[in-house]
């Protein structure tokens, strides 16, 4: 199949052109530009990959690639596709990481791929980050794209604080799933692991579990910033309250839409 008849066979699967175009570049191994000029280009497996995208299969699969943050990342079904709404976070720590001196300690729970703790650590190298995950394949994953990346970050395999007992941090970022557990859009992520996206019920339980535990392992004055659904921002910021944070705010995607919420500990 040439590359104007895999661009033709993407129209009529229904596939987005741009999609379509990075999928083909990729198989390439060459930039967009190339695709124009060179349509009568054979590209072996173009059919397999455009069937699989138009079944629904995410492109950062096919392709074992997602950008974030202006990180190339290497992901797999055993992570979550970092979404570009989660630079909202990650713009949010890098500010309060602006205010503090010498050598922040930042700590990032239910990391994934490594994207925040990466993109923290790119951005901020004086930050010492620590990265914690449950799942020892995803923790593979992102200790591949930090070694890969050049980026030193502390993995360590465990359920939210439980590796970091008795350590304190200046900052504590996380993206835990919050999808509620009869969300209808739920089956159009099926190729992600359920554990990432949803805890069940009101999607509510594991934001509530890091509240609830993070006052021990901040340090005076430290903040803790949680990605959560567009709207659940008024049950965390209560949640926040309730617990003794000061300062409880939110940050919007791009989109405007409540993305993170946050609070600091005083400590």
């Known amino acids: 199949m040439t590359v104007d008849e895999a661009l033709a066979l993407a129209r009529t699967l229904g596939v987005e052109r741009g999609d379509a175009q990075t999928l083909l570049a990729h198989l390439s191994g060459q930039g967009r530009a190339w695709l124009i000029t060179h349509g009568d280009a054979e590209l072996p497996g173009a059919e397999a990959a455009l069937k699989r995208l138009a079944a629904g299969e995410p492109l950062a699969h096919i392709t074992g690639w997602q950008p974030f943050h202006g990180l190339q990342l290497q992901v797999t079904p055993a992570t979550l596709i970092p979404r570009p709404d989660t630079e909202t976070l990650v713009d949010w720590a890098l500010a309060r990481?602006?205010?503090?001196?010498?050598?922040?300690?930042?700590?990032?729970?239910?990391?994934?791929?490594?994207?925040?703790?990466?993109?923290?650590?790119?951005?901020?190298?004086?930050?010492?980050?620590?990265?914690?995950?449950?799942?020892?394949?995803?923790?593979?994953?992102?200790?591949?794209?930090?070694?890969?990346?050049?980026?030193?970050?502390?993995?360590?395999q465990g359920s939210w604080f439980?590796?970091?007992?008795?350590?304190?941090?200046?900052?504590?970022?996380?993206?835990?799933?919050?999808?509620?557990?009869?969300?209808?859009?739920?089956?159009e992520l099926r190729h992600e692991p359920l554990t990432a996206l949803t805890p069940g019920g009101d999607g509510l339980a594991d934001l509530h579990t890091l509240i609830d535990a993070a006052p021990q392992h901040l340090a005076p004055g430290g903040w803790l910033l949680m990605e959560h659904g567009w709207d659940q921002a008024d049950p965390v910021a209560r949640a926040l309250t309730a617990r003794g944070f000061a300062e409880v705010t939110l940050r919007r995607d791009l989109a405007g839409r409540a993305r993170a919420s946050g609070g600091r500990w005083p400590g």
């Open 162 to 187: 439980a590796p970091l007992a008795g350590e304190r941090f200046d900052l504590v970022v996380s993206n835990p799933p919050y999808i509620a557990g009869d969300d209808p859009h739920l089956p």
């Open 97 to 156: 990481l602006d205010a503090l001196p010498g050598s922040p300690r930042v700590a990032d729970l239910g990391t994934g791929s490594g994207a925040i703790a990466l993109a923290i650590k790119a951005a901020c190298p004086r930050a010492a980050l620590t990265a914690v995950d449950l799942s020892a394949d995803a923790l593979t994953v992102a200790r591949a794209n930090g070694e890969r990346l050049g980026l030193s970050v502390d993995w360590r």
